[in-house]
């Protein structure tokens, strides 16, 4: 008997000595089977989108609640994974006067309440899908009536958008509207500064101009996509949409807002940059996105955050201008 008791403490011993010296490995493989087993328990969709192939800023932590334009519960001290490239001083003039644009999306969890209170899900698994819309008929007759033959007319068409924020626009801090009520109502809303003028803010221009380059064949749905994160426009942080498109096997954005915008302080309408017309512009100048929240177009989505969605494999990557 004392032999077997000498015998069971060498083995608790042993069993406490190696808990202790590979302590964050036994973490790390607890926080994986609690995360996969989390994804399960809430029914989520599709396949694991591999987040260690996407290179994600982590700039705000993925649960907790920010709302963009507001300094108080804006991000303090971003921690960054990876650095920006070293035009990144010189490209930050571009967005120097453009600082309310972090206004256009709220907070990632309030922006996921507002879309699960205000969205009716049709032929699609997430509320982002219904916001691009190719085969809807005003899309259709939008590149007809306009004679938008290529990518480059739709582009420079959607840089002729005006800027207009929510809260003027819509008497309300966040509002999405389908890409037929942008193109064809928005002109005439009394609440419209710039009247007879297709307007609105990023997340209306980010889905139309999505809408209008699938549905004018120009891409397909794996080859265009909305981004929605967390950028930093000149040292002011917040959340925005644009688009990313897929070309000679890479991604990189576009952004519609890159055109006019209606300044409220002046009450005047301010052109767009020269060099936002260069629709390649940000294949070699930096975009200044901190963090990434979600990928969608009509056919597919993807959560950047928690690694869930359904798309294809070229959509784990991310273009290098953010880097």
């Known amino acids: 008997m004392k032999r077997l008791l000498l015998y069971g403490i060498i083995f608790c011993a042993l069993v406490i000595g190696y808990a202790n010296a590979f302590p964050n490995e036994q973490q790390e493989q607890n926080v994986e089977t609690i995360l996969y087993d989390a994804q399960d328990a809430s029914g989520t969709s599709g396949r694991v989108f591999a987040g260690s192939d996407v290179r994600v800023v982590r700039g705000m932590p993925s649960g907790q609640s920010q709302s963009p ?11 960054r994974a990876v650095q920006q490239p070293s035009t990144q001083n010189d490209q930050q003039q571009v967005f120097a006067d453009r600082p309310q644009f972090v206004q256009d999306v709220q907070g990632r969890d309030e922006l996921n309440q507002f879309l699960q209170r205000n969205t009716v899900l049709l032929d699609a698994d997430y509320n982002f899908q219904m916001y691009v819309t190719p085969g809807n008929g005003t899309v259709l007759e939008y590149l007809e009536d306009n004679d938008l033959d290529n990518k480059y007319d739709i582009y420079d068409a959607a840089l002729s958008w005006v800027w207009v924020s929510d809260s003027l626009l819509n008497g309300q801090e966040e509002a999405w509207l ?3 009520k942008f193109l064809r109502e928005t002109p005439d809303y009394s609440s419209n500064p710039v009247s007879g003028t297709i307007v609105s803010d990023c997340e209306e221009q980010a889905n139309t101009l999505a809408s209008l380059f699938i549905a004018s064949g120009e891409y397909n749905a794996s080859s265009v996509r909305v981004a929605i994160g967390y950028v930093n426009f000149d040292g002011i942080t917040g959340g925005h949409a644009w688009v990313e498109v897929y070309e000679d096997g890479e991604w990189f954005p576009l952004d519609a ?18 060099d936002s017309t260069d629709y390649y512009q940000f294949t070699t100048e930096s975009y200044p996105v901190m963090e ?3 990928y969608y177009n009509n056919e597919y989505f993807v959560d950047v955050i928690s690694h869930t969605g359904n798309a294809p494999d070229n959509w784990k990557e991310v273009p290098s201008s953010y880097y």
């Open 69 to 79: 334009g507001s300094p108080g519960r804006m991000m303090q001290n971003p921690r």
């Open 178 to 180: 389908y890409p037929a």
């Open 257 to 274: 807002t890159m055109g006019p915008y209606y300044d409220e302080d002046e009450d005047e309408v301010v052109a767009g940059d020269e």
């Open 292 to 294: 990434l929240w979600y």
